[in-house]
Structures are given as structure tokens and as C-alpha cells.
DNA sequence: CGAGTTTGACCCGCGC
DNA sequence: GCGCGGGTCAAACTCG
């Protein structure tokens, strides 16, 4: 792991394209503004660590996809919303980490067997459906490293180069068999100091990794990297211990339903995984305390 | 030896 | 229809 964040260190110096959850034009400060509007920690946190979603926050999403929402009027957001929190196991996901099911090819012909070979079988996961995506949510920290600790085992299972960037992109997945959470993270091409990791999926899972971070996370908290953290930590998302970085949750545009609209809609999983990093009620709506953390210039909006 | 990373190739969606 | 770019796969490799 150090090893590669090491090396990402060298390789991995900007990026630009979280465009996808953000105008491309977009200023950073921007971006920390909107992203961090009093209710959305809470949507955040369902998104991660809860399991059942319940549908109704979707459809309020595809129904009133950028009503008083701050966030929404400035992504584009792009069709995640529309996939069916419904089915957790959803076709999409399970296909793809049960690669193999579909083909034994038991009976192809030569020629077909050859193909088979060369394309190495990845034919077959193509389903007629068109991908469906969880909802997704990114969060930007500053931060030397890429891969920030967070609690849960990530395993990396690509990189690519992103257009317009000359910073890699990492994607990793949850390791935990039937988690199918996937990260993305990507350095800020405007802010190579920043960090921006893309959550996907919720975790069907505590956090693996001891609540040792939990505690460090909460002391953060109460020692000044109120919301943000506490955000982070809510989901089993330990903070990086050092001081030197922040997390900024933003919303991400893949879910232009309000991160909790209604702060009230605690959810039982929601609840559940704030057991193992609870930050405290008081986080929801930390709004204030942002400005602990987030360089004023950055605030400069509110 | 198992778990995780690297990396090139492939798949798929989308815009032109 | 085509090309581009993002996302994923999986063999090879590395490391503990």
C-alpha cells in the first residue's frame, strides 16, 4: 500500500476531471461550498453506510431533481439517480463480481474457444440492461497521499489516465466479498494537493478496520475538524490522522436528490454505522465549524 | 502462498 | 456509424 501511494506521489499529481460530478469550469471554492449545505451529511451517510435506501428518497431525486438544492443546479447529474437502490444486489453489480458464472464454455465450437481465449472471456458480462450505477459521492481532501485510510480494505483494480489531466485516476474496490462499494480517486487538476475520492455503493459492512481511527476521527472532531470529518468518519471513513488534511464531502452530482433533505430521515443503517465512528449529533449541522477547516478564501461565498 | 498492485486490452456509453 | 474516453477485467507481477 505505502508503495503505491508512493509512488502515486510522483505519477499522480492533478486531475481534472471529476468533472464528471462537476462543471469543469468549476472553482474548487466552489465545490466546497455548495457541497457542504447543513443537510447533506446526513444523505451522505445513507448513501455509504446504509443498506436499504429507501427508494422514496430516489424518487423524490428524479422528481424534484434540482429543486431548492444548491448543489443540483450546479452539476450535472448524470444518471446514477436513476438506478434502483431497491435491488442492492443489483444485476449490474453482482454480474460483474461474479465474472466467471456465465461462462464455462462448456460447448463452443474451436473457433469460438479461440475467441474465447483472446478476449480473455469478457465478452460475456454484457447484458442487455444498461449499467446501472449506484449513487455516488466524492469527497475532496487535502492530502499528499491518494489512498486515504478509511477504514475498509480497498483493493485497486485499475487506473486509467484521465483526459485533460495529467493525473491517473485509481479505482479500487471494497475487498470485502458482497461489498461491492467501489472507490475512485483522482488528484484535483486545479489543486494537485487535493485529493478527490469517489464513493460508489454503500458498504454492506462495518468498518474492518478497528475503531482505533474512529477515536481519532471524533478527537479531530472535537478538537476543530468538526464537519467534514465528522461526515467521514459517520460512514466508517476514518479521517486521515494528520492534520494536514482536510475532507470535504461534496455532493455529488450523481445525486441531485438532496443529501437528506429533510435531516430528520435518520435511517436504522444510518444509525448503525455511526455506531462505529460516531461523531455526534451535533455534526448534522456543523455548518459553522466548516469554517475551521476550509481556508476562508474557500468560504468566501457564505 | 496469499493478498494486493500494475498494466494492457477490452467493453460500453455517449457525442458528433 | 465511428471514435473517444471512462470503466473494468484479469494475467503477470510484487511484496510480506
Given at each position: 500500500m505505502e508503495r503505491k501511494e508512493g509512488l502515486k506521489m510522483e505519477d499522480v499529481l492533478g486531475n481534472s476531471s471529476f468533472s464528471d460530478y462537476i462543471p469543469t469550469s468549476f472553482p474548487l471554492q466552489s465545490v466546497f461550498d455548495f457541497s457542504y449545505g447543513e443537510?447533506?451529511?446526513?444523505?451522505?451517510?445513507?448513501?455509504?453506510?446504509?443498506?436499504?435506501?429507501?427508494?422514496?428518497?430516489?424518487?423524490?431525486?428524479?422528481?424534484?431533481?434540482?429543486?431548492?438544492?444548491?448543489?443540483?443546479?450546479?452539476?450535472?447529474?448524470?444518471?446514477?439517480?436513476?438506478?434502483?437502490?431497491?435491488?442492492?444486489?443489483?444485476?449490474?453489480?453482482?454480474?460483474?463480481?461474479?465474472?466467471?458464472?456465465?461462462?464455462?464454455?462448456?460447448?463452443?465450437?474451436?473457433?469460438?474457444?479461440?475467441?474465447?481465449?483472446?478476449?480473455?472471456?469478457?465478452?460475456?458480462?454484457?447484458?442487455?440492461?444498461?449499467?446501472?450505477?449506484?449513487?455516488?459521492?466524492?469527497?475532496?481532501?487535502?492530502?499528499?497521499?491518494?489512498?486515504?485510510?478509511?477504514?475498509?480494505?480497498?483493493?485497486?483494480?485499475?487506473?486509467?489516465?484521465?483526459?485533460?489531466?495529467?493525473?491517473?485516476?485509481?479505482y479500487y474496490r471494497c475487498t470485502t466479498t458482497s461489498c461491492n462499494v467501489k472507490k475512485r480517486v483522482e488528484r484535483s487538476f486545479s489543486d494537485p494537493s487535493i485529493v478527490i475520492t469517489t464513493y460508489e455503493g454503500q458498504h454492506t459492512h462495518p468498518s474492518p478496520i478497528m475503531p482505533r481511527s474512529c477515536l481519532a476521527a471524533g478527537a479531530h472532531l472535537s478538537s476543530g475538524i468538526s464537519a467534514a470529518g465528522a461526515v467521514a468518519s459517520g460512514f466508517g471513513m476514518a479521517v486521515q490522522r494528520s492534520p494536514s488534511h482536510y475532507q470535504q464531502p461534496f455532493v455529488n452530482t450523481s445525486s441531485p436528490f438532496n443529501f437528506g433533505q429533510n435531516g430528520s430521515s435518520l435511517n436504522p443503517g444510518f444509525l448503525h454505522e455511526r455506531r462505529f465512528c460516531s461523531p455526534g449529533p451535533s455534526l448534522l449541522k456543523d455548518h459553522g465549524l466548516l469554517q475551521d477547516i476550509v481556508p476562508s478564501h474557500m468560504l468566501k461565498e457564505e
Open positions: 443537510t447533506m451529511p446526513l444523505g451522505f451517510m445513507e448513501l455509504l453506510g446504509v443498506q436499504d435506501l429507501s427508494p422514496s428518497s430516489f424518487d423524490m431525486a428524479e422528481q424534484a431533481p434540482s429543486l431548492n438544492n444548491p448543489c443540483s443546479t450546479k452539476i450535472e447529474s448524470p444518471a446514477e439517480v436513476l438506478n434502483q437502490p431497491t435491488t442492492p444486489n443489483s444485476p449490474s453489480v453482482s454480474s460483474a463480481s461474479s465474472e466467471a458464472v456465465n461462462d464455462e464454455p462448456v460447448k463452443v465450437d474451436d473457433q469460438e474457444e479461440d475467441q474465447q481465449k483472446t478476449k480473455k472471456q469478457l465478452k460475456p458480462k454484457k447484458t442487455n440492461q444498461k449499467r446501472q450505477r449506484e449513487p455516488r459521492f466524492a469527497f475532496m481532501t487535502k492530502s499528499e497521499v491518494d489512498h486515504l485510510e478509511d477504514g475498509y480494505r480497498w483493493r485497486k483494480y485499475g487506473q486509467k489516465a484521465v483526459k485533460n489531466s495529467s493525473f491517473p485516476r485509481s
